[in-house]
């Protein structure tokens, strides 16, 4: 799986955008963009994926660049309840579904 | 739809015991997994099933750690006997299938301390 790379921790202000930032420039043409999250005491949580084109649904928004070396994750209206550690993760789209999480971007959203 | 859930939410036991810990996934998911996530160090995937089928146990750290999944509905994790570096939270998670299509939905998991 390629590696990703995501800035430690991050601030935002509720209500305000919210923009994680990912780096994943070694993405093989076959490999989706996953963006799961984690809040405190609770189970990863499944948010978007994306292999090039945009993708958005309820909960947010997947930005990827033309060339798929890097991605963002929008949450539109950020609440305190979006604070959470954040992870981007690269992964084949077939069988062997098996999830390599780093230490992701805690995001703080501040009231 | 209910979710994957756990039980126990928290286990507290001694070197050398044996703890069981259960995952029931959400209903109809052929896939279910395990995961952890020892202290200080990143989540981590442990296994892998297809109904009662182990389909990857790579990532099981050794054989104290036994996950079955008999009947292809609910699975246990044992430990025995527990040490004390196996203290960490467990999450179990399910699936529909293994495509791009198919996320994993993960439990609250389990919070084991072994003293």
């Known amino acids: 799986d390629a590696k990703t790379t995501q800035p430690p921790s991050m601030d935002c202000a509720e209500g305000r955008a919210a923009n994680l930032p990912c780096n994943h420039s070694?993405?093989?043409?076959?490999?989706?963009v996953y963006w799961y999250r984690q809040i405190h005491s609770q189970g990863p949580q499944y948010i978007i994926h994306?292999?090039?084109n945009n993708e958005t649904n309820e909960m947010a928004s997947l930005i990827i660049t033309e060339d798929r070396k890097s991605s963002t994750l929008i949450l539109p209206h950020a609440t305190l309840r979006d604070t959470a550690v954040y992870y981007c993760i690269v992964r084949l789209g077939g069988s062997n579904y098996k999830l390599t999480f780093g230490k992701g971007t805690l995001l703080t959203v501040n009231p | 739809e209910a979710g994957v859930t756990q039980f126990p939410s928290h286990s507290v036991i001694e070197k050398g015991q044996t703890v069981t810990l259960r995952c029931d996934p959400i209903?109809?998911?052929?896939?279910l997994y395990w995961y952890r996530r020892v202290m200080g160090k990143e989540i981590k995937f442990l296994l892998h099933f297809v109904k009662e089928s182990k389909q990857d146990e790579s990532g099981m750290p050794n054989n104290r750690f036994l996950a079955e999944r008999t009947g292809g509905t609910y699975s246990t994790l044992k430990v025995q006997p527990a040490e004390l570096e196996d203290s960490g939270v467990y999450f179990c998670?399910?699936?529909?299938?293994?495509?791009?299509?198919?996320?994993?939905?993960f439990g609250n998991g389990t919070r084991l301390t072994v003293t």
């Open positions: 070694t993405i093989s043409g076959n490999e989706y």
């Open positions: 994306g292999l090039k």
């Open positions: 998670a399910s699936s529909l299938g293994t495509g791009y299509n198919s996320p994993l939905h």
């Open positions: 209903s109809g998911h052929d896939n």
